[in-house]
């Protein structure tokens, strides 16, 4: 349920948020990439955020994120606080946060449009973009191209 298809489905969501919202699309990318990799369990996992925040400058650290200190510190808050039900007022973070949210109707959880964080992602369209991109979710390759 949270494993790579969803990964792509977030990612791609948060990609075309992205062209509306003007967020960074590296972070976004690097977010759906990396937001749920520290599951232990499909179920009830609180700290599967900040253990994928650590995960996240882990792989910075080896020199394999290709971000500045800044575009660090927005993917590890988004990734590392995505799991609390807060929306931003920072457009990147709260892009990647409503890019997964979009995505709770696969859990059986209705999209409660107080809790996403851009007027992009409360338009109709992307909650229809959101169930399409599940039934047919995108591969990296698709997602990579400009």
């Known amino acids: 349920m949270h494993g790579e298809e969803h990964w792509r489905c977030v990612t791609g969501s948060g990609l075309a948020l992205a062209a509306e919202t003007g967020a960074d699309r590296d972070v976004v990318f690097l977010f759906g990439l990396l937001h749920d990799t520290r599951r232990e369990n499909d179920f009830l996992d609180p700290e599967h955020?900040?253990?994928?925040?650590?995960?996240?400058?882990?792989l910075q650290a080896e020199g394999l994120l290709p971000l500045d200190a800044r575009r660090l510190?927005?993917?590890?808050?988004?990734?590392g606080e995505h799991t609390r039900g807060s929306t931003s007022?920072?457009?990147?973070?709260?892009?990647?946060w409503d890019a997964d949210r979009l995505h709770l109707?696969?859990?059986?959880?209705?999209v409660d449009p107080r809790l996403l964080s851009t007027s992009a992602a409360r338009a109709d369209g992307h909650h229809a973009a959101a169930g399409l991109l599940r039934a047919t979710p995108p591969t990296w390759i698709?997602?990579?191209?400009?």
């Open 49 to 58: 955020g900040p253990r994928a925040a650590a995960f996240a400058r882990e």
């Open 73 to 79: 510190e927005l993917l590890c808050t988004a990734i």
């Open 89 to 96: 007022d920072e457009l990147t973070v709260g892009t990647c």
């Open 142 to 146: 698709e997602l990579l191209a400009p």
């Open 105 to 110: 109707p696969r859990c059986g959880i209705v």
